[in-house]
């Protein structure tokens, strides 16, 4: 005998109908209702064939519902999540551009400027003269210091 475990134990649901759970079964059967609801109200007043296709497209949104998941959301859920974040509290993102080569380069492009040469020549030269300079060593002193 095998008893099949989910890999996510938050993944599991209870079969109520055919493998379907409470959630599935109960949109099923609302879609069934308003497909037949639209049949029997419907046929007499614009036809049969267009019926069928008015029952099929009023069912669909009640049959999708119970499928629905994103995200570990139903159907409800997401709608609410979507209706806050759009409508209930809306933000306004402001971008501001950010200029990252200037922001690099902007000591190399302010020395050239102020010296009207190439500012990289110049930053090349303050280098070389800091690395000339010679470094004093501290003398070891006590062990507290």
């Known amino acids: 005998m095998e008893v099949k475990m989910n890999k996510e134990i938050r993944d599991y649901n209870e079969s109520l109908f055919f493998g379907l759970d409470f959630r599935q079964c109960a949109c099923s059967v609302l879609a069934i209702l308003a497909a037949i609801g639209i049949y029997f ?3 007499d007043a614009i036809g049969e064939e267009f019926t069928g296709w008015l029952c099929i497209l009023s069912a669909a949104p009640f049959a999708a519902c119970g499928f629905f998941k994103y995200h570990g959301m139903s159907a409800e859920q997401f709608l609410w999540a979507v209706l806050k974040s759009e409508v209930l509290y809306p933000k306004r ?3 501001k551009p950010e200029n990252l080569y200037y922001a690099c380069l902007e000591e190399c492009i302010r020395a050239g400027e102020q010296a009207g040469k190439d500012g990289a ?3 090349q030269k303050r280098k070389k003269a800091a690395q000339k300079k010679p470094v004093k060593k501290k003398k070891r002193g ?3 210091d």
């Open 41 to 43: 109200g419907a046929r």
């Open 142 to 144: 006590s062990v507290f």
């Open 121 to 123: 020549e110049i930053l």
């Open 93 to 95: 993102l402001h971008s």
